[in-house]
């Protein structure tokens, strides 16, 4: 079993920076892939970038390549999601979900464990 917990959001201006933290609890952390997923108000969840258990993998969605960079500290049972040049479409609730494999997962069905997810609020 993984508990997840996120840490690092809040309210920047358009064009600043917000860095993400998802915590993990559990010796086995470094088996589990880890994807970032969004929730806006009144829209779908969607997945915003993943990484494989050795970070050897990586996806972004379309919609914040080039603005934001995952990346995981296995020794700290943790991964980052740097989110730069922010924009107030990006306010969402963030959630970090992890699942046990060695490829890489982009769908949220896919996921097995979940965080509680964290609000991040961009203004204009």
């Known amino acids: 079993q993984v508990q997840l917990v996120e840490s690092g959001g809040g309210l920047v201006q358009a064009g600043g920076s917000l860095r993400l933290s998802c915590a993990a609890s559990?010796?086995?952390?470094?088996?589990?892939?880890i994807g970032w997923f969004r929730q806006a108000p009144g829209q779908e969840q969607n997945s915003i970038a993943a990484?494989?258990?050795?970070?050897?993998?990586?996806y972004y969605a379309d919609s914040v390549k080039g603005r934001f960079t995952i990346s995981r500290d296995n020794s700290q049972n943790t991964v980052y999601l740097q989110m730069n040049s922010l924009r107030p479409e990006d306010t969402a609730v963030y959630y970090c979900?992890?699942?046990?494999?060695?490829?890489?997962?982009?769908?949220?069905?896919?996921?097995?464990?979940w965080g509680q997810g964290i609000q991040v609020t961009v203004s204009p």
């Open positions: 979900a992890a699942v046990s494999t060695k490829n890489l997962r982009v769908l949220s069905t896919t996921y097995e464990h």
């Open positions: 559990g010796r086995t952390f470094s088996s589990y892939a």
């Open positions: 990484i494989s258990w050795d970070g050897g993998k990586i």
